[in-house]
């Protein structure tokens, strides 16, 4: 049960964590079932790693370097 502290008590993130599973589960497989859900293949999760990797890089050297990509004046 939910801590009465903590919130109202309602809603799903006041659920056991057993029974938020079995909901997720079940989203899962409906969505799967209706051709909504997407699976990664391998060449597609490596494209989206190696963005990642890129991303974060760039992020870094914004950060070290006080960029932040605009026009100054």
Same mark, same amino acid.
């Given at each position: 049960? +939910?801590?009465?502290? %903590?919130?109202?008590?309602?809603?799903? #993130?006041?659920?056991?964590?057993?029974?938020? !599973? $079995?909901? =997720?589960?079940?989203?899962?497989r409906?969505?799967?079932?209706?051709?909504? +859900?997407?699976?990664? %293949?391998s060449?597609?999760?490596?494209? #989206?790693g190696?963005?990642?990797?890129?991303? !974060? $890089?760039? =992020?870094?050297?914004?950060?070290?370097g006080?960029?932040?990509?605009?026009?100054t004046?």
């Open positions: 049960m +939910a801590n009465p502290k %903590t919130g109202s008590g309602r809603g799903f #993130a006041s659920m056991d964590p057993q029974r938020q !599973r $079995q909901i =997720a589960s079940q989203g899962g409906a969505a799967h079932a209706s051709g909504n +859900a997407h699976q990664f %293949t060449a597609e999760a490596r494209a #989206a190696a963005r990642s990797h890129v991303n !974060r $890089q760039q =992020a870094r050297r914004n950060a070290e006080g960029q932040t990509g605009g026009q004046s």
